[in-house]
């Protein structure tokens, strides 16, 4: 009888089941060669045809007018307030073939009929490439020649609109932005040992995010994906860039904002990085295990998004609310310093390729604010400033012409501009005065008001701010923002 049972049971869930069945091509040609833009097309158009629950969107094209697609996963065509909304997105380096090899696979994984109850809670969206065209010839860049992930500031190009753009239509609660990390470099043969994770996971590091989603990113998300990879036997490290040890530090990436992680954090997303291991050759070596890898990594942040989904729905929504009235002090500099812990680096011998764990002491975790500025009430930016215009209208910031009639202006003097090394970079630091005027004393008509009441508050105060590390003046093409024995072109608002 109950065997009987269990068979019916089977052929019942075979026939509601989703009769998606293709073999994903990296299978079909026994993972010599790479899912291809055209074989990628096919595969999501057959998914949105096949899946009830699947819908596609075509969410831009690249420079060579190959389709970005989202594939959207939910029970309610995604307009369930209540869901928790979470996005991944990946390859928007070209030649980290395993972040889309990943997200198909975890795509097939999704609609079986075992996975369908994570859309009860969440509303999930899939982009499995964003870099099309530096994916077809296994390249980094797109083919602007630009690094898409240090273009989150500027959102200049079209792969990265795509992606900010679709975003802004949901305003996913959680992303990821899904890369692969390249290990096997002459000065880590040398140092004797080759970091040896399969996966590394990031989290937000920008001390103008909210410390409570990154306190709950370290002590709730980073032990669950550990412990979710662990125990299917993937290794595991919280991400870390630099080193070997003897040569350079230990810490968790960059604070810069204009990438795919601090880019959606600086919102108080909870925002993640993902980091596979790739392989040698840089392309299909070990790919089916890279590729296994980083969708079990995919698929343990969706089962943690489902089991605390209603923690992280109410975190998500009280932090941004605190936004809009957060008016404290911008860290526009900072870096990175040792806090007296150690690292445990899981990491391969070079020699006999065993495996082991190195404690690295040259480690520095703690982010250090060390300049500050307080906020205006508002930017004036130049009308005629056609990139700073085209700055805010990338971002979708709010501006506007009506001149207040009271309050004050500060206007940066550029005195002289010296040189200081952060995050291991030169820039230019400025030394400056400030002249105070009534905002009736000059061409307020030339100026639009940016007031600073808005979600991106951060962002802009970061982008515009002269002393800012991380600002709009450090791009090639804003050089001219900042130059020595010159007023500095955008204005800061003081109401009253
Ligand atoms: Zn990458």
Not at 113 to 140: C, H, T, W, Y
């Amino acid at each position: 009888m109950s065997i009987i049972k269990i068979i019916l049971t089977i052929l019942f869930s075979l026939l509601i089941s989703d009769t998606f069945a293709q073999t994903l091509p990296l299978e079909l040609n026994n993972f010599q060669t790479v899912t291809s833009h055209k074989q990628l097309s096919s595969i999501v158009k057959e998914l949105d045809s096949k899946s009830e629950i699947i819908n596609v969107e075509e969410i831009g094209k690249s420079v060579e007018g190959r389709e970005i697609f989202a594939v959207k996963f939910s029970k309610d065509g995604f307009n369930d307030k209540s869901k928790l909304k979470v996005l991944f997105f990946a390859q928007q380096h070209g030649n980290e073939q395993s972040g889309k090899e990943g997200a198909l696979i975890l795509a097939k994984e999704l609609i079986k009929n075992e996975n369908k109850f994570l859309f009860d809670r969440i509303d999930f969206a899939l982009i499995p490439q964003v870099n099309p065209d530096g994916s077809e010839l296994n390249k980094r860049r797109n083919s602007n020649g630009l690094d898409l992930n240090r273009n989150h500031l500027l959102i200049e190009e079209p792969e990265v609109q795509a992606v900010h753009n679709f975003f802004a239509k949901y305003n996913f609660d959680v992303t990821l932005d899904v890369h692969e990390y390249y290990p096997y470099s002459e000065e880590w043969k040398e140092f004797g040992y080759y970091k040896r994770a399969d996966e590394q996971l990031g989290i937000l590091t920008n001390p103008n995010i909210s410390e409570k989603i990154i306190k709950y990113s370290k002590e709730k998300v980073l032990p669950f994906i550990s412990e979710w990879l662990h125990s299917r036997n993937f290794s595991f490290n919280e991400y870390v860039v630099g080193g070997p040890p003897n040569i350079e530090r230990l810490r968790h990436s960059t604070v810069d904002i204009n990438d795919g992680r601090q880019s959606f954090g600086m919102l108080n997303t909870l925002s993640f990085i993902l980091e596979g291991k790739n392989g040698k050759d840089y392309y299909v070596e070990n790919i089916k295990h890279r590729s296994e890898a980083q969708s079990q990594a995919m698929l343990a942040l969706l089962f943690f998004c489902y089991k605390n989904y209603d923690e992280i729905n109410k975190l998500i929504e009280h932090e941004r609310k605190e936004i809009l009235s957060d008016n404290s002090p911008v860290v526009v500099q900072m870096d990175h310093f040792n806090d007296g812990s150690k690292f445990n680096l899981p990491v391969t011998s070079v020699s006999d390729e065993k495996d082991t764990v190195i404690q690295v002491d040259n480690y520095n975790p703690l982010v250090k604010k060390l300049l500050e500025i307080p906020q205006p009430d508002a930017y004036l930016v130049p009308k005629a400033s056609s990139l700073s215009v085209g700055f805010m209208n990338n971002h979708k910031i709010f501006y506007h012409d009506q001149t207040p009639e009271l309050g004050n202006v500060e206007i940066y003097n550029i005195t002289k501009i010296d040189s200081i090394e952060l995050e291991g970079e030169k820039f230019g630091n400025p030394e400056l005065s400030i002249v105070e005027k009534k905002i009736t004393d000059i061409d307020a008509e030339k100026y639009y008001i940016v007031p600073l009441n808005q979600p991106k508050r951060k962002i802009l105060v970061l982008a515009f701010e002269p002393q800012s590390m991380l600002g709009l003046r450090n791009y090639e093409k804003f050089k001219k923002l900042l130059q020595a024995g010159f007023d500095y072109p955008i204005f800061r608002y003081i109401k009253d």
